[in-house]
């Protein structure tokens, strides 16, 4: 089975600095990786996804993701953090049933 | 990409009684999917419906517990039966978009008391 997973259940940074939640991976074959953020109260919004092609993939409000075969990770990254970037971060890979499993979800804060 | 109308977005029922969700997707769609999310934790996949066939279970869900229809391309439904306080969580429904992102519906909140 394919597997995600978010070694981070909190981020806490300062807004302007870099924002890093990390992603690891364990697939047989090609993986299909997603992010998706929730805020509270709110459903799912898809962030970015990697089928194939460039390792680094952008994605919505300024977030991307960087595809590491050799590290099996799908980092997902944004330069400057905002305030408004507080939010519950999940990263999910798709099973070979087309069935999303998810990660345990990393909290993102981000301090004015 | 797909647009999902999910309801309610919201319930509070009485313990021992039923409620279905609704799942109205703005195109076809082959697969659709119900998720719960339990307070602070991630999503877990309660099932596929797949339309003209019965839906698939996850481990430790089951059909008399969680009855879901899909007469459509377009719409689902979750029941969740028999409810407990142990059934309060989020259920969100999702649609398959591999171009696109799966998409999820808005979320039901659902409290039992």
């Known amino acids: 089975a394919q597997s995600v997973a978010q070694p981070e259940d909190q981020v806490n940074v300062a807004e302007g600095n870099p924002l890093t939640v990390k992603c690891t991976y364990s697939v047989s074959g090609n993986p299909y990786l997603f992010w998706y953020v929730q805020y509270p109260n709110r459903g799912l919004q898809f962030l970015l996804k990697y089928i194939t092609g460039d390792n680094l993939v952008k994605g919505s409000y300024g977030f991307e993701a960087e595809f590491n075969k050799s590290q099996t990770s799908f980092h997902l990254k944004k330069p400057s953090a905002l305030v408004s970037d507080s939010a519950l971060y999940f990263c999910?890979?798709?099973?070979?049933?087309?069935?999303?499993?998810f990660g345990a979800g990393t909290t993102v804060t981000v301090r004015a | 990409s797909a647009v999902i109308s999910q309801k309610p977005s919201r319930d509070i029922c009485q313990r021992g009684t039923s409620l279905t969700i609704q799942c109205q997707v703005d195109s076809q769609v082959t697969m659709m999917f119900w998720y719960r999310q339990q307070p602070g934790q991630s999503l877990t996949l309660i099932a596929t419906a797949n339309q003209g066939s019965e839906a698939t279970y996850e481990s430790g869900f089951v059909i008399d517990k969680f009855p879901i229809s899909r007469p459509n391309l377009t719409f689902s439904t979750l029941t969740v039966s028999n409810m407990s306080p142990e059934d309060s969580s989020i259920y969100l429904c999702s649609v398959e978009g591999l171009s696109y992102g799966y998409t999820f519906g808005s979320g039901t909140r659902l409290t039992v008391v």
């Open positions: 999910a890979v798709r099973e070979d049933d087309y069935k999303l499993s």
